[in-house]
Structures are given as structure tokens and as C-alpha cells.
């Protein structure tokens, strides 16, 4: 059986591993020359079953309306992608009630415990060097009311298998040190022991180079045009200078997902909403993090990841532009240096390394896995800002569909054509 996998992020290059592991002959076709060049390459890097809660969620609306056109606002819509994503964003309306959030949170967090025991055993298999780091995630909040807010939450998923310990202003400082400075500012946080962080550049590079050793042909700097029909079939991948062919095809080409899959007439309700990250090196911070921080109140996460250390977070629609923007940037970095003064030593706008991506979002904030209208088309797309955390579990299930066996978890809400 052969399969084509569109894409070589860590969604399809993680896609690819699973086929391959399943004994199919995979060909993997990524329009840029390395993998994982685009959401994949920089972003915040926990793997964390704590943050699978979508953004559509009560309250969410609201926000929305109260930033707009506030340009270091933690979500900015640019008015000028209103018109091209209406119906986009009435279905992520219809998905911020607390009974759709629950249903939403819930298939997410299946996923992602999947995911983060599928990690456990990729590194045990392969031997990666990603800059692991398994302290777990420490979420910080400044009110009692959020805080009290989140404990909730977490413990409603309690059963479902979330691991969590509710932390006062002394237990956070106890977890991350780093925190002694500002900690009269908190009122306490969550702590997610199960939660990692790594480097999702270096874990995609490694693992797709473990794949060619399993048989797998990268075909990079080489862009799909359109698919090919016949029926219900898909007969072929015209690219900009060959035609492939396969028996089955995965499209795992995130936000650019749709853009492919609208010409067979199936809509993908997935739009790009940009996040940034800003890296640098370490040295000069004298009490450097231990572990991931994520700033519930001012939206932002701080991963330490090796000799460097990662700030990102932000959310702006703005179509498929993928351009860091200087302002909302800075707006990290300030909230960043709020909280924990001595990032203002390692911070050097000389040196530090200014990114962006394109999240795939879907209106209900939950991925879009396996089956398609076509027979042999299959779908691994839409994961929103949980692609790294969800890559693994995402490989997995798709390649279990694909190959026609029966996923390990239950897929409700992970599906593309989900009932409204």
C-alpha cells in the first residue's frame, strides 16, 4: 500500500513515522526545503494536555470585541479579514457555550494524553535530542477569581485523566524560582507534572530523518497544485514540475489545507490565525527558568529550551500573512520582563531571533482527522494552537484509519464532518 502524505510538519512528517511503522511504502511531498518550516518550526514548545481548551469559549466574544483594534491585545482580528472569514467565524460563535466548550476541551484532552504517551515512546525507540524537558507546566494567575476559575476546570477533567496540583503564591515560587521577584503579584497557580517541553524543529527534523531510514522519500521544495479525481477516487498530485501518485493521500498541509482541498469541493473550516515567538539565548539571565510558564492573565508562555529561552503567545487574524509584527512582539516581551525581571538581561533585540506562524484554527477549536468525502483522501489538519502538543496522538489515529484499523480513542469531535 502506498500512501502520499501532503506536508512534512510535524502533523505529516509524524503521519508519515505511523504508515510507515505499519509497513506502508510513504512518500511525503512539502513544498519548503527542510521540514517543519512553517507553525511547526518556533512556537511555544509544551506538549501539554493543561492547555487543550479551545478559544472558543464563553467569554471569548466579548474579549474579542473589548481588544479590537488594540494592536498589543492578546487576540487582534484586523478588520480587514472580517469580510473573507463570516462564516468561519459564525460557527466559532455557535461554539463558545459551555456545553460545546465541555464537549470540545474533553475530545481535545483525549487526544493529547494519547499524544503525550505516544512522545514517551518515540524517544524510547529513536533516542531523539530535542531539548527535552519533563518538569512539567507551571500556569501562573494574578486573581483569586481566575485562579478558582481554572482549578474548576481542571478538576471537571479530573476523571478524564488530567493531573494537576493547585499551587498558593509560596508553592509557585517553590516549583519555579524564578518566580521569588514578582510573586506578591500572584495569587497562585496550577501545576501540570505530565506536561513536557521540547524543541518541535529539532524532534520533526530527527524524527523525518528516522523515517528515510524506514524507507520514507521526502520530496522537499516541491508544491502540490491540485489533486487529481476520478469519481470518488483521487487518482493523483500534480506538483509544480511532476505528477504523483498513490493509492491513499493524507492532506496534512495545516492552514493550507482548505486552499487545496476547496477545488474537490470539500470545505475545511480552518483559518490562519498568526501567533509569534521570540528566541535568544540564556546566558546573562543569572536564575533562569526550570520549567515552562504560561501568564493566564497576560496571555503569554516562557519555555526554557536548552541553552536558550522561548517567549511567545499572541493571536492575530490577518489572512495568510506570516510576518512578525514589532508591536505585538513587544507587547510580549514587556509582559514578559513584568513578570519576571531578570529576562531583561538576556533580551537583546540585536540577537534575538523574531518569528511567526500560522496556527490552523477551526471553529471549535478541536483538529479534523481521517476520513474525507473522497475513498482515498484522508485529512490530518486544523489542530489550532495545539499542533505539537497533538502531532503524535494526530499521527497515530490517522495512520490507524488509513491503514483500516479502528483508532485507540473515542473520535467524537475530531472528525471532519462533525454534525453542528
Same mark, same amino acid.
Given at each position: 500500500m502506498k500512501t502520499l502524505v501532503l506536508g512534512a510538519g510535524v502533523i505529516g512528517t509524524m503521519t508519515a513515522y505511523y504508515l510507515a511503522k505499519r509497513g506502508?511504502?510513504?512518500e511525503v511531498v512539502e513544498r519548503h526545503t527542510d521540514v517543519a518550516q512553517e507553525a511547526s518550526f518556533a512556537n511555544g514548545g509544551i506538549v501539554h494536555a493543561s492547555e487543550v481548551m479551545p478559544w472558543s469559549q464563553p467569554g471569548m466574544p466579548r474579549n474579542i470585541l473589548k481588544w479590537f483594534g488594540k494592536e498589543g491585545a492578546p487576540v487582534l482580528v484586523r478588520s480587514g479579514a472580517i469580510p473573507r472569514m463570516w462564516r468561519w467565524g459564525f460557527d @466559532?460563535?455557535?461554539n463558545c457555550t459551555e456545553e460545546r466548550f465541555r464537549a470540545n476541551t474533553l475530545a481535545n484532552l483525549r487526544l493529547a494524553l494519547l499524544s503525550q504517551r505516544s512522545f514517551k515512546e518515540i524517544?524510547?525507540?529513536i533516542g531523539l535530542d530535542y531539548d527535552l524537558n519533563t518538569e512539567g507546566c507551571l500556569k501562573i494567575y494574578t486573581s483569586a477569581e481566575s485562579l478558582d476559575g481554572a482549578a474548576r476546570l481542571s478538576e471537571s477533567m479530573r476523571e478524564f485523566g488530567m493531573s494537576f496540583d493547585v499551587l498558593d503564591r509560596a508553592g509557585c515560587v517553590r516549583a519555579e524560582p524564578a518566580l521569588r521577584s514578582t510573586a506578591d503579584t500572584l495569587a497562585g497557580g496550577i501545576l501540570f507534572p505530565g506536561d513536557e517541553l521540547g524543541d518541535s524543529y529539532k524532534f520533526t527534523k530527527g524524527v523525518a530523518q528516522h523515517c528515510e531510514r524506514l524507507g520514507v522519500r521526502f520530496h522537499t521544495g516541491t508544491t502540490v497544485r491540485r %489533486?487529481?479525481?476520478?469519481?470518488?477516487?483521487? +487518482?493523483?498530485?500534480? &506538483?509544480?514540475?511532476?505528477?504523483?501518485?498513490?493509492?491513499?493521500?493524507?492532506?496534512? %498541509?495545516?492552514?493550507? &489545507? /482548505? %486552499?487545496?482541498?476547496?477545488?474537490l469541493g470539500i470545505r475545511v473550516p480552518i483559518y490562519p490565525v498568526k501567533g509569534v515567538s521570540i528566541t535568544m539565548p540564556a546566558a546573562g539571565w543569572n536564575d533562569p527558568l526550570r520549567m515552562p510558564v504560561i501568564d493566564e492573565g497576560r496571555l503569554f508562555g516562557l519555555a526554557p529550551l536548552g541553552d536558550r529561552v522561548r517567549a511567545a503567545g499572541s493571536a492575530e487574524v490577518a489572512g495568510y500573512d506570516a510576518t512578525p509584527d514589532h508591536t505585538r512582539?513587544?507587547?510580549?516581551?514587556?509582559?514578559?520582563?513584568?513578570? @519576571? /525581571?531578570? @529576562?531583561a538581561n538576556c533580551y537583546d533585540p540585536a540577537t534575538a531571533k523574531f518569528w511567526a506562524g500560522?496556527?490552523?484554527?477551526? /471553529?471549535?477549536? +478541536?483538529?479534523?482527522?481521517?476520513?474525507t468525502p473522497f475513498r482515498n483522501l484522508f485529512i490530518n489538519a486544523g489542530h489550532c494552537h495545539q499542533g505539537w502538543t497533538l502531532s503524535c496522538g494526530s499521527g497515530r489515529v490517522v495512520a490507524d484509519i488509513v491503514?483500516?484499523?479502528? /483508532?485507540?480513542?473515542?473520535?467524537?469531535?475530531l472528525t471532519l464532518n462533525r454534525p453542528h
Open positions: 506502508h511504502e510513504v @466559532f460563535l455557535r524517544r524510547d525507540e %489533486l487529481e479525481r476520478s469519481g470518488c477516487d483521487i +487518482t493523483g498530485a500534480s &506538483t509544480d514540475g511532476s505528477r504523483l501518485t498513490a493509492d491513499r493521500y493524507v492532506a496534512a %498541509l495545516g492552514s493550507h &489545507t /482548505p %486552499l487545496l482541498l476547496r477545488s512582539c513587544q507587547a510580549i516581551i514587556d509582559n514578559v520582563i513584568s513578570v @519576571f /525581571p531578570g @529576562f500560522l496556527r490552523p484554527v477551526t /471553529p471549535s477549536g +478541536t483538529p479534523k482527522l481521517g476520513h491503514d483500516g484499523r479502528a /483508532p485507540e480513542i473515542d473520535l467524537t469531535g
